[in-house]
């Protein structure tokens, strides 16, 4: 039997302006050809500048209008971070989309920052936290900005440890990865609270892509030139289970509800619909429990503010 694979209709973009990143590859990839075919311009904020002509170059194969730029940026880097801010707050333009994509998957080994923080809650979260705050006045002057943050469906096994942010005591690449992710949502539903609280205007949601083959699952675990080659392979023969994995196209479905819909609230959280969230069309997902408390997302929120130096507005 022909499976029927889901999808979702795009509201017309033009004119619109956004920032995705980690757009030259995987999700951010999918993500960035869908804004350009509904007629967003998009700016790739990537690491990689050859990556992202390449990139470039294979959306407007699909899309030969698409209107694309690339900016510099390593969420590893806070000065990085504060520099794409100081080059687009320089240039003027209101955002509308920011899309918080990029990401690392499980280390085998635990890894630094340029900052010194555990790369993946480096990374995931607090460079995408200080990013926001970077370009929070630019979201601010757009008609209706609105701001993504993608988790995982991992973040249901996140957890929290105040003591050891970082994992200096102990490192899981899971329950590491699981932590970041966990912050990414909780980082999303707060901004969202004080977005209404302070007048914004700022609509903040979150998504995940259940179970998509994406180039996470290499990158990540080999890492530093670590990993081991037999959970590779054994990775690689699990993603042939179409019921448990799903392609690029549909995994970045949930994202793209989340991020351009009149129908999505703020502060909600979206992933497949399928069975265990894995496959399937759009539909809100189960929201942790970890990740509802207000006293521990405020909390984060104040530790994130102290550890990447930024200041959102009070």
Do not use: C
């Not at 000065?79 to 100081?86: I, K, M, P, Q, R």
């Not at 205007?201 to 037999?230: E, F, Y």
């Not at 690689?236 to 019921?243: K, L, P």
């Not at 009149?262 to 942790?288: C, N, R, V």
């Amino acid at each position: 039997m022909t499976r029927t694979l889901a999808d979702v209709d795009v509201p017309d973009l033009t004119g619109k302006l956004a920032v995705i990143t980690g757009a030259n590859s995987g999700l951010g990839f999918g993500l960035t050809t869908r804004y350009a075919r509904a007629g967003a311009e998009v700016i790739l904020a990537i690491r990689n500048r050859a990556k992202g002509e390449d990139a470039i170059a294979r959306i407007r194969r699909e899309v030969p209008e698409a209107r694309l730029s690339i900016r510099d940026l390593n969420l590893s880097s806070l000065a990085s971070v504060a520099a794409l801010g100081e080059t687009l707050n320089a240039e003027g333009r209101p955002i509308d989309f920011l899309l918080n994509n990029a990401g690392i998957m499980m280390p085998p080994k635990r890894d630094t920052t340029e900052d010194g923080f555990e790369l993946q809650f480096g990374g995931n979260h607090l460079g995408h936290f200080a990013l926001t705050a970077h370009l929070l006045p630019l979201l601010r002057a757009a008609d209706a900005p609105r701001v993504l943050s993608l988790s995982s469906i991992l973040a249901r096994a996140g957890r929290l440890d105040w003591a050891d942010l970082q994992s200096e005591r102990s490192y899981s690449p899971s329950r590491s990865y699981g932590l970041s992710k966990l912050a990414t949502l909780m980082f999303s539903r707060e901004l969202e609270k004080r977005s209404l609280a302070g007048g914004w205007s700022i609509r903040s949601t979150a998504a995940h892509p259940g179970a998509t083959v994406t180039n996470l699952q290499v990158t990540g675990p080999t890492h530093g030139g670590n990993g081991s080659p037999l959970l590779q392979r054994l990775n690689t023969a699990s993603h042939r289970i179409g019921r448990l994995w799903q392609q690029i196209p549909q995994g970045i479905l949930p994202a793209l509800y989340a991020s351009t819909s009149a129908d999505t609230a703020g502060g909600t959280y979206w992933g497949p619909g399928g069975f265990s969230e894995l496959t399937g069309a759009p539909k809100l997902a189960a929201i942790p429990k970890r990740a509802l408390s207000d006293a521990a997302s405020a909390r984060l929120w104040d530790v994130s503010e102290r550890l990447t130096g930024v200041a959102f507005p009070a």
